[in-house]
């Protein structure tokens, strides 16, 4: 059963329970994609999980500071590789009657599948997960008055 965010909760409380999760679905996602036999299309939805991630921890950035810098940074990394990958494929389809470009742009390609991977796998490195969810769990209120009112219910 998947837990429901409590509006009276604070946004640290909130973040130690949900972002672990979040986190553990990331990675499970982002090993499918690496896998050599992923298409084009698991790519693209990969590289759309990757913002939704990242902006949700974006939303945290008060909450966890500039630590959080780092690891945002990652994400940018593998989202930017993504979208690389993504523009060769869309260029692909625009150019069907050139055959230079179009073998140009297939290197292009597999390149880039070849940069995703490895960043992927330095991303997804031994204990990474578990570091990820334990930095997630450890959320801290920040410590100003102003930032630790609770935002207002919807």
Known sequence: MKPKWKPSVTAAEGARVFLPQLADKYFNAGRKAADKTRSTKALHQFRIATKR??????????????????????LRKLQRSL??????????KLVADDETLQAQLEKAIKRQLKEFRRRWKTFDS????KSWKTYLAGARAPSSPASRRRPAAP
């Open 83 to 92: 979208g690389k990958l993504n523009d060769y494929r869309a260029i692909l």
């Open 126 to 129: 031994h204990g990474q997960l």
């Open 53 to 74: 991630f990242r902006y949700s921890l974006e939303l945290f950035q008060p909450v966890f500071g500039a630590s959080l810098d780092r690891r945002l940074d990652a």
